[in-house]
């Protein structure tokens, strides 16, 4: 079955220190990669996304992810953390064959101390 | 509007009732999609729509949900005889082609629904 695993239900990070989110997949081949990011009063919005081609992608607001196919991964990271990035972040997939049809995992929430 | 538009941003009725949540997507987007998020969850995709027509309606939970889109902009989502269980967050997104040739869905901030 097709699937997005976030295992961190909650993180807390220092301002300033760094970031990594966890995402792994299943899927029956290599699916296109999201991430998105969830604030409050605000609807999601697209960090980055990774189709093909160089496995490191940068997003927006700072962020990275990088995609290992051995690893059914896809890791979101941030050098240095900023108390705005506090939010939900959701990892996503979609098959090349159903690019409309998201799977989300079910969201880490980052908490960020000042 | 720049951005994605649902209404209500709230919605609370009995079980029972047939509610309407309304999407105006962003002027020009061909591809209009819903999506529901339950409580502590990601969102899951319910419909999606190329123009006028439902080209993929496989995630919508049973007949008590139908979605429109007659002129290819605004979409309602419908609801009937609510239950306790539709109580979610119901997003609506649209992007200028598919997800595959533009990468991006704008979603709006989403109608949340309560039935009591």
């Known amino acids: 079955a097709q699937s997005v695993t976030q295992p961190d239900i909650h993180i807390t990070v220092s301002e300033g220190a760094s970031l990594e989110l966890r995402c792994n997949y299943s899927?029956?081949?290599?699916?296109?990669l999201f991430w998105y990011v969830q604030s409050p009063g605000q609807g999601l919005q697209l960090l980055l996304k990774?189709?093909?081609?160089?496995?490191l992608v940068q997003g927006i607001k700072g962020f990275e992810a990088e995609f290992k196919r051995s690893q059914s991964s896809f890791n979101l990271r941030k050098p240095s953390v900023h108390w705005s990035d506090a939010a939900e972040y959701f990892c996503a997939v979609a098959g090349r064959d159903s690019s409309y049809k998201l799977i989300f995992g079910s969201g880490t929430r980052l908490l960020v101390r000042p | 509007g720049a951005g994605v538009s649902q209404t209500p941003s709230n919605k609370v009725t009995e079980k029972g009732k047939y509610v309407e949540l309304r999407c105006d997507p962003i002027s020009g987007h061909t591809a209009l999609y819903w999506y529901r998020q339950s409580l502590g969850q990601g969102p899951e995709f319910l419909i999606y729509f190329q123009g006028t027509g439902a080209a993929d309606d496989s995630g919508l939970p049973n007949d008590r949900f139908f979605a429109v889109r007659p002129e290819g902009s605004v979409s309602t989502l419908k609801i009937q005889r609510t239950e306790r269980g539709d109580s979610a967050v119901y997003l609506c997104?649209?992007?200028?082609?598919?997800?595959?040739?533009?990468?991006?869905?704008?979603f709006g901030e989403g109608s949340r629904l309560t039935v009591l």
């Open positions: 997104a649209s992007s200028l082609l598919g997800v595959g040739a533009t990468g991006e869905l704008f």
């Open positions: 899927y029956g081949a290599t699916p296109y």
């Open positions: 990774y189709f093909s081609g160089d496995t």
